[in-house]
């Protein structure tokens, strides 16, 4: 078969495949005759490839091996435990798995929603994953889609902040789902690979996304308890859209305050209002940064301990700010909201 279409195919796959190898299946790629799947466990991924393999093939030794190759066709070769590939000079074993050792849980299972994830709906996805946990398994790890009144609206937290970014999209039905980072960032890496806007369709325990007839990357939902992310910010909505465009000096200040701590134990930044002047102010044991700016947009006095890494790291996408005396609040202005817990706060004398 011809070589680039196998290894076009097989990156397509590449994003479920795990390093971990203690489950030798989620490290491989399972070949059908049909298709070619992956799994780690937390998302699979089924892309159209008719080949003459079955089974499981190590997925890193034979990507690596096809990428190196400068053969037109790539020939394959059973040998007891393994698999002789040959395409042009290049020759090489790879482990391999009978088809009843690869695992593969995706089989029946019924769906309800389906939303097409466009552009914007993306654009989200990369916001959210500022919030986002390390926990795949819980909540926290996760991105959850929130549909209700025709508006759908992807919410992440880390504990220390919250991002909202409401769809433009009409969407039907009612749904919460939860589904890990793992899954979302696999949706942006094959909408790169194929060009292809994928219909993202929820279920009850399972969700999957389609790439037209080409490839289903599937994904069983977070059953943790999910945040009701309204009750818990506690706070009037309209509070939160009030925001005022972001100073030119702000980035500049916020990451020099991140340096003034020097990669240490993060220390708090004071953010402070009095009389329209907006002030920034980092001092470690070794290093000081103080910034003020006149600000021409209303803002209440107030004065905050923050984090300022938690601010510095999404102030390329957000334009807007406002320091409430909980949380402050960066925006773009529009749909997408990203929310930091204040550490201490007292209203500016």
Known sequence: MKRTSLLKALRLAAPALSDKEYIQSFSCFGFNGKSVRSHNDVIGIEVKCATELEGGINGEKLLGLLGRA????????????????????????????????????????????????????????????????????????????????????????DSKTITRYELSQSIEGKSVTVMPGTFYRAILNMMKISKIEPILILGKALSVARFGDNASLYVKQIEDDKIKFEDTLDLNMEDFVKTIPIPKMFPNAIKQAVLTFDGTKQELAVLSIKNQKFQIHAKSSSNEVKRVVTIKDPHDDVEVHIEPNLIDRVLKVATHFYILSRATVLSDNDRYLYIVANRYTKTAK
Do not use: M, Q
Request: proline content about 2%; charged content about 30%.
């Open 70 to 157: 400068n053969g037109k066709n790539v020939d394959f070769e059973y040998r007891d435990n393994d698999v002789f590939l040959k395409s042009g000079t290049t020759d090489g074993l790879i482990g391999w798995i009978p088809t009843d050792e690869f695992i593969w849980p995706f089989e029946h299972f019924k769906f309800k929603i389906e939303v097409l994830v466009d552009e914007d709906f993306a654009e989200g996805i990369r916001k959210c994953l500022y919030s986002i946990d390390d926990d795949e398994t819980s909540t926290h790890g996760g991105i959850t889609f929130e549909i209700k009144n025709g508006i759908g609206v992807l919410w992440t937290t």
